[in-house]
């Protein structure tokens, strides 16, 4: 055995005690350090992924638009269709509504956003398919393990919708209930007849007012034939899917006009390269922008969360390196006696500092190790600890409501970040570990020896 690997590990077994008291501190410094990086960083990454699966699950990878209403969307959606990679394309209305239900917990009024699309088909209606909440299945009660969606996404008719499952437990709202859907566009003209027949000089005006009032404001009543679960709380809480003809109704369009055109393609992780050849084809009028694009601040968000994290948490794995050094400066003192000795037999400066580099080594090592090994069954059981912690002090700690996702606390860990954590953390032990070994190097056998 090589002669400082050797003395390091001596070191690191007192007389009485297979590791030394600092020693195992020391240990469990680092060990703390790599266990909270990966954690928290796991948890950012899976959030991360989960929004963006839901929203690549649920959302168009490409929107098109004008900037304001698209005049004639028969000639680009079928241009679009042409292109290699594109799976669907549709052109969608979208905007705020008025929402009415009543029910037998009262009336309700909500403003949600109406999304108008064509009646999806094939492999997009699969797809949305899967979205649609999961029940018990209400034939085999006892089995866990059996579900059945709430519904179809069911658009054919004009006058059925699709929600959220956080709408409709807002509201009260059950498949097959109606709901009551009054454009926002009337709402000037609303007023403008209120105005109207209050000033009106007669009975007669005054009638034919109100008369024009309730024709304007008419609403569209709906039946709701599904109810869907995208597992991000902005959709479920704030979205209907209606036929796209119900919401240019609703907005006054004529059957050429939308707002914008959604596109699938084969691969949304490729969104900028079908948004560069995309380009190439539209006119000039159009802008395309890809999922990202939409969703960039909540993804910025996200990510400056995560690198601020990182920062910060690098901060504690510091701090156990200095506790590392306070350790090795402990034994080179406590060891005065035997450095002299091993320089007095002939050792050299270099041979005495890589003894204690090497129980740096030793300690980033199993600190590492142990870090690792605590922070992956962490992540494996997250979701039962957070529960158990939760009971015990009153806390949700991952709340569906603010964080926009369900399913639990998310948690990805990727080797990408394995390495940078545990080579960071080795490295600062190997670095902490220097001043010590320069020290011992240092020193005088003579002086060393004396001391004793």
């Not at 909500?110 to 299945?137: C, H, N, S």
């Amino acid at each position: 055995m090589l002669f400082s690997p050797f003395i390091a590990a001596r070191y690191l077994k007192p007389k009485r005690l297979y590791l030394s008291i600092i020693t195992i501190i020391s240990v469990i410094g680092v060990s703390l350090a790599v266990w909270l990086l990966t954690v928290v960083i796991a948890v950012f990454t899976g959030y991360g992924e989960r929004i963006r699966d839901s929203i690549l699950g649920f959302e168009p990878h490409l929107v098109i638009n004008s900037g304001g209403i698209i005049d004639d969307y028969e000639q680009p959606v079928l241009t679009l269709l042409e292109q290699p990679g594109v799976k669907s394309v549709t052109p969608f209305v979208t905007g705020q509504v008025i929402m009415e239900v009543t029910n037998s917990r009262g009336t309700y009024r909500k403003a949600p956003m109406i999304r108008g699309i064509m009646p999806p088909e094939g492999e997009e209606l699969e797809r949305m398919r899967k979205k649609l909440k999961q029940v018990r299945d209400p034939e085999h009660p006892d089995d866990e393990e059996k579900f059945v969606p709430v519904g179809d996404f069911d658009i054919n008719g004009f006058y059925t919708a699709v929600i959220g499952d956080g709408l409709a437990a807002g509201m009260g709202i059950e498949l097959g209930d109606k709901i009551l859907l009054f454009s926002p566009t009337d709402v000037d003209t609303l007023m403008n007849a209120v105005s109207r027949a209050e000033e009106a000089k007669s009975d007669d005006e005054k009638k034919k007012w109100l008369d024009d009032i309730r024709e304007r404001t008419a609403p569209q009543e709906l039946t709701i034939t599904g109810i869907f679960d995208s597992g991000h709380f902005d959709f479920d809480g704030n979205v209907v899917f209606t036929h796209l003809e119900t919401a240019q109704v609703l907005y006054n369009f004529d059957l050429e006009e939308c707002h914008g055109i959604a596109i699938r393609t084969d691969d949304g992780f490729k969104a900028n390269q079908y948004q560069e050849e995309l380009y190439k084809v539209l006119t000039d009028q159009y802008r395309i922008l890809t999922w990202g694009q939409i969703h960039q601040a909540l993804f910025d968000a996200v990510a400056g969360e995560r690198q601020m994290m990182y920062l910060i948490l690098f901060m504690v794995a510091i701090v156990a390196s200095f506790c590392t050094m306070n350790t090795m400066i402990t034994v080179t003192f406590q060891k005065r006696a035997e450095i002299g000795l091993m320089k007095a037999l002939g050792a050299r400066e270099e041979q005495v500092a890589s003894v204690f580099l090497f129980q740096g080594i030793i300690v980033g090592l199993l600190g590492v190790a142990l870090g690792l090994l605590i922070g992956w069954l962490t992540v494996q059981y997250r979701n039962e600890m957070a529960g158990w912690l939760g009971e015990q002090f009153g806390i949700n700690f991952f709340s569906e409501e603010v964080y926009k996702v369900d399913g639990g606390l998310p948690a990805v860990i990727q080797m990408k970040d394995v390495l940078i954590i545990s080579i960071g953390s080795f490295l600062l032990c190997v670095v902490a570990a220097l001043i010590p070994a320069t020290v011992a190097a240092s020193m005088q056998p003579a002086k060393a020896l004396r001391s004793e």
